[in-house]
């Protein structure tokens, strides 16, 4: 806790004294606002970038590496047609994969069973939880679809935009 802690600063001179994030113009009542109001990390992550965050912690990047370093490059250099274009992307997604059964553990679920979908794990949770029905896998799976991720590829580094190997 004491580590996020130091990461919220206060500075009379920004934003009226209130406490930001790590000395930037980003509120935390603004961040935490959003995450209040059913927000993910990527629903907020090209908005928090375009106002100075060096990036998230986003599950999706799991599934999708490149498609979320290609958002915070586009975030980073303005480019807010290609935000535009690759959040469309990023939240059929997380529409689809993190709300998939009970809201309790609906992120990590949708997550695991995405990932053995395209390839990798095998979708199996511990105890207490167990995988998901098949209605919400199909549900998972047409997130995956309509997001350009399972679009009869044999592979996900067939995808430019969800190649696993990140380059500099």
């Not at 199909?138 to 990140?166: F, M």
Request: charged residues 25%.
């Amino acid at each position: 806790m004491s580590n996020l802690l130091e990461r919220i600063t206060i500075n009379p001179d920004q934003c009226g004294g209130r406490p930001c994030i790590r000395g930037m113009r980003i509120r935390v009542i603004d961040v935490l606002d959003l995450y209040a109001a059913g927000l993910s990390s990527e629903e907020i992550l090209a908005e928090m970038v375009a106002r100075g965050a060096h990036g998230g912690v986003c599950g999706g990047a799991n599934l999708c590496p490149k498609l979320y370093v290609d958002l915070y490059e586009a975030a980073a250099r303005g480019d807010a047609e290609r935000v535009r274009m690759l959040q469309r992307t990023v939240i059929t997604i997380s529409d689809g994969v993190y709300r998939a059964g009970e809201p309790e553990s609906s992120y990590l679920r949708g997550l695991k069973c995405a990932s053995s979908m395209l390839g990798f794990g095998n979708g199996l949770m511990a105890e207490p939880y167990f995988a998901l029905g098949e209605e919400e896998r199909q549900g998972i799976r047409a997130a995956l679809e309509a997001a350009g991720l399972l679009n009869d590829r044999s592979s996900v580094s067939e995808i430019p935009e969800c190649d696993a190997r990140v380059t500099p």
